[in-house]
Structure formats: C-alpha cells, structure tokens
C-alpha cells in the first residue's frame, strides 16, 4: 500500500506508538493495582483472583490510554525525522507534506477503528466479567441491584423495586413500581408512582397508587408513600456511570425505550453517541499532532514533546468531558455534546496546518 518512504515513516511512528503504549499501560496497572491492592487484600482475594480481574480491565485501560499514545507517537515520530532533516530531504526530493503524513494519518484512522471495535465488542463484556471478580468473587457481595437494558431491579427484605430511569443530580427514580411479598414470596400489594425521591428520611414516593392483593384489593390513591427501601444513592450512581461500559446498540435500545414510556433520555442519548465519538478521539490526536510537531520539531527536544503530548491531552479529555456534561443535562444536543470536542480539536488542527504551509 506504501512505498519505500510510507513504510519507513509507518515503521518509525509503529516503533514509538508501541513503546508510548505499552509504557501507559504499564503505569496504569501499577497505579490501580497499588490502590486496589489493600482493599483487595483485606477481602481475603486469592492472587488468580486479582491477577483476573487486571487481566479483563485491560480493554479499558487500553480505550482510555491509546489516544494519548497516537497523539506522543505522532510527535516524537514526526520530532525525531525532523530534527534529523529527514523532512527535510523528503520535501527536496518533490514530496508534499500532506503525502508524508498519509501513512500517519491512516494508521489514527485504523487506530479508531480498533477501539471502536474494542468499545463495541470487547468491553462491555470484560467489564461485565471484572464486576462479577471484584464483587462477587473478591468481596463475596450479593447483587442486589441491577441496572438492565430496560429497567432498575432491586430487592430490599420483603420488597422488590423497579424503576425506568434515574436522575443523579435530583437524586430521583422515575417510573417506579414497588412490590411488597408476603413471607411465601406472594405479592402483597403493588405501588405505582411517578417519581420516588431519597431524602433525609430515605425513600419516599410521589403520586402513589397502590393496590391491595388481600381482602377485598382495591385501589388507594395518595400523594406520598414512604417505603422502608434500603436502596444508596450511591449505588444508583455507581450503575448510572457503568452504563458508560454498555455497547452503543444497548444504550440506544435503552434510549429509545425511555422516549417510548416519556422520559427523558439525553443522558443515554449523550452517553450513545460517545460510544462512537471517543474512539476517534486517536485520529483526532494525529490530525492535531501533526501541524504541531512539524511546527516545533526542529527546536523542541523528546521532553518537550512528551510535555506537549500530555498537555495537548488533557486539554482535549478536559474539554471532552466539559461538552459531554453540558449535553447529559440537557443543555446541549446529545449529537453535539458527544462530538464536540472533537470538531474543536479537529479544526484546530486544520488551522495549524495551513500555518505550516504558509511558512
């Protein structure tokens, strides 16, 4: 696909992103393995335990560190040839810049498409697999809270919730419906309620009907019910952030769910296309890391392009995080909250582009 030249720029740019990666990943193991150690210790986990859960955790270390690799690899690569006058000489001999960076910039391309793949595929299940480790195997806890494709299950003593959606800022379960069992596991009454709010006096529900199974039944209509839940807010936004890990076809079958029953679903909407948007975060870090090593290439040594390549980095994840916060509340457009920051660092790169041209 490539000449002579395009292999040996591929070769040169494969070289620093292996090294760039596999050294993110190996500070990312030791990092979290160093803080989950003690808690995993005083669990009682067995060492294949530990060593299983790090092992399935590496498709997620692997879509939250392979952009920040592309965007050193593409300055330490394009850095490197240009102090070396490589560039140089490849521009004397007719070539264009555009024609020397193609084969950089197709390997951001397949890179994106490796963690789309990876974020569709590989870790919605992974993920599944290291939540059972860490909190069934390790911490021998019983999950009594589910967070489903369509619903919120849980079991408190005698009475089983469940919920279509809820909100983490105001701390609120929409949709709810609160099953009470008698000791044989036979329905006592039912409730329904728009909405159940945790407050200070832990749940209560709002706009309740309930209906009897014993006796004569019947419907009663009430304005608030307190029921004996033993459900945490803090679960419930634990589940909330894991519906990041879910593939884009279940959170948009979860999404359109919602819509369907009439609750908002901007949140998974937001959430959904991220699941695309992100992974071509990697070919976004070419595009703005290219203008900007030939920019500095010529002065800059290794440490200023690793600094760069950190700064460049967390300015994009900072940004990213910032839109996407806007379009889960509501604020923006999930479309836009999930492909912003994107477009920002995209044409930022284009303008960086046409300066190099000019000089």
């Given at each position: 696909?490539?000449?002579?030249?395009?292999?040996?720029?591929?070769?040169?740019?494969?070289?620093?992103?292996?090294?760039?990666?596999?050294?993110?990943?190996?500070?990312?193991?030791?990092?979290?393995?160093?803080?989950k150690l003690g808690r995993f210790s005083k669990a009682?986990?067995?060492?294949?335990?530990?060593?299983?859960?790090?092992?399935?955790?590496?498709?997620?270390?692997?879509?939250?560190?392979?952009?920040?690799?592309?965007?050193?690899a593409t300055l330490l690569a394009l850095g490197m040839l240009s102090r070396s006058s490589e560039l140089t000489a490849l521009r004397s001999c007719g070539l264009s810049i555009p024609r020397i960076v193609l084969p950089i910039l197709m390997l951001g391309l397949l890179g994106s498409l490796v963690l789309l793949v990876n974020s569709e595929f590989v870790v919605p299940k992974s993920y599944q697999q290291m939540e059972h480790i860490e909190k069934v195997v390790i911490k021998k806890q019983s999950v009594n809270t589910f967070f489903r494709l369509n619903n919120i299950w849980f079991r408190s003593n005698n009475l089983i919730l469940q919920a279509k959606v809820f909100e983490p800022l105001t701390r609120t379960l929409k949709g709810v419906t609160?099953?009470?069992?008698?000791?044989?596991?036979?329905?006592?009454?039912?409730?329904?309620?728009?909405?159940?709010?945790?407050?200070?006096?832990?749940?209560?529900?709002?706009?309740?009907?309930?209906?009897?199974?014993?006796?004569?039944?019947?419907?009663?209509?009430?304005?608030?019910?307190?029921?004996?839940?033993?459900?945490?807010?803090?679960?419930?936004?634990?589940?909330?952030?894991?519906?990041?890990?879910?593939?884009?076809?279940?959170?948009r079958e979860y999404a359109v769910s919602l819509e369907k029953g009439g609750y908002p679903a901007g949140r998974y909407r937001t959430m959904m296309h991220a699941k695309l948007a992100l992974p071509f975060g990697a070919f976004v870090m070419v595009v703005l890391g290219i203008p900007f090593a030939l920019k500095t290439g010529r002065t800059s040594g290794v440490a200023m392009g690793v600094g760069a390549g950190v700064a460049i980095g967390f300015a994009y994840f900072i940004i990213n995080a910032a839109v996407q916060s806007y379009g889960r509340s509501g604020v923006l457009p999930p479309f836009v909250a999930a492909w912003g920051a994107n477009l920002i660092f995209v044409l930022t790169g284009i303008w960086l582009s046409m300066t190099v041209k000019q000089q």
């Open positions: 696909m490539f000449g002579i030249v395009g292999r040996y720029l591929a070769g040169t740019w494969l070289r620093l992103f292996l090294l760039c990666q596999g050294g993110f990943l190996a500070v990312y193991l030791i990092l979290d393995f160093m803080e009682g986990a067995s060492l294949s335990a530990i060593l299983q859960f790090f092992l399935f955790k590496i498709p997620e270390m692997l879509g939250q560190t392979m952009p920040f690799a592309v965007l050193m609160v099953w009470e069992l008698s000791a044989d596991m036979q329905p006592v009454r039912r409730m329904d309620a728009e909405q159940a709010l945790y407050g200070s006096g832990g749940w209560e529900l709002l706009q309740v009907r309930t209906r009897s199974f014993a006796g004569q039944g019947g419907v009663v209509a009430s304005a608030r019910l307190s029921v004996p839940l033993t459900l945490k807010v803090d679960d419930l936004r634990i589940l909330d952030n894991n519906a990041d890990n879910f593939s884009f076809r279940k959170l």
